[in-house]
């Protein structure tokens, strides 16, 4: 996406009940577009999941890639609902993973 999803493109899509409860694997990358991608957080938002977000910290600090890969909407909609917690299993370094949750302990 080319900016950022806002709270109120979320909310007006949930006023509208437009909603996607098909996932992102169903779909061809040419066909999720800016819409889709609203339209699934807001079905996450009208309807939580508890399955865990995927992270995968196997490649450093310095690495810019998102280390989200599986949950991003899932995520997203976590973030709109201001849920104080998410489950997420991780994977990757351990030596990586201590150090951010040594980190976000502080």
């Known amino acids: 996406m080319d900016k950022p999803i806002t709270r109120e493109e979320i ?4 006023r509208e009940k437009k ?4 996932s992102y694997k169903h779909f061809a ?3 999720w577009d800016r819409e889709k991608h609203l339209r699934r957080v807001a ?3 009208v ?21 989200v890969h599986d949950g991003n909407h899932r995520l997203a909609a976590a973030f709109y609902r201001r849920d104080k917690t998410i489950s997420a ?6 030596d ?3 150090e951010l949750l040594t980190r976000a302990a502080k």
């Open 47 to 67: 309807n939580p999941d508890p399955t865990p977000i995927g992270i995968d910290v196997g490649f450093g600090f310095d690495d810019e890639r998102w280390i």
């Open 89 to 94: 299993g991780i994977s990757g370094s351990l």
């Open 43 to 45: 079905f996450f938002v």
């Open 96 to 98: 990586v993973i201590k």
């Open 19 to 22: 909603l996607c409860a098909e």
């Open 29 to 31: 990358p040419v066909e």
């Open 11 to 14: 909310a007006e899509r949930i």
